[in-house]
């Protein structure tokens, strides 16, 4: 069984459209997490009645839409870089600068981080875990899994990207588009 070089790009494509499309539809919660802190702020100053809930579900939407918005922000190449000194180089090298600092400090540490996060989620949902602060106490064991599952998107965005950097590097594309 062979594998094209079509079909893989075709792959890295529909990974690309599913991270970016699971960002955009998660980005939509900011929406509920400002109103949130909105009626927080008026309920808090105007009415001296402050929420027992909100605190909690702000940073439970906020983790939400960041986790979950993580791997469109990888798969555009949008963040935090170090630019100043990167762009000066050439394409080729941004690409093998970006594929040896993936296998050696990204993919090490998320893998190691989901290794040892997996077995506190599953035990989260086995006593289906509440927050131990505050008065509301709401259930926690959903939010621990989000996270797992968002940085599970994360990674399967990473090794998208590690395909596509060592097709650049294997075919020589020194256009320096993606790198």
Not at 65 to 88: C, Q
Not at 163 to 170: F, G, R, S, T, Y
């Amino acid at each position: 069984m062979s594998v094209t070089l079509n079909e893989v790009l075709t792959v890295t494509k529909v990974v690309d459209r599913i991270s970016r499309k699971i960002g955009q539809l998660f980005s939509w919660l900011l929406i509920l997490l400002v109103l949130t802190m909105c009626y927080e702020i008026m309920v808090r100053y105007f009415f001296g009645k402050p929420t027992l809930w909100s605190y909690d579900l702000s940073y439970m939407l906020s983790s939400l839409t960041l986790i979950m918005g993580i791997a469109w922000v990888h798969a555009d190449r949008s963040h935090v870089n170090v630019d100043i000194f990167v762009n000066k180089f050439p394409a080729r090298l941004r690409t093998v600068l970006n594929i040896a600092f993936s296998l050696i400090l990204f993919f090490p540490t998320w893998i190691l981080v989901l290794w040892y996060m997996f077995p506190d989620v599953l035990y989260s949902w086995s006593i289906q875990e509440k927050a131990s602060t505050g008065t509301w106490r709401p259930i926690i064991y959903p939010f621990k899994f989000w996270i797992f599952i968002g940085l599970l998107i994360l990674v399967l965005q990473a090794v998208n990207e590690l395909v596509k950097d060592v097709i650049a590097l294997v075919h020589n594309d020194d256009t320096g588009d993606k790198a």
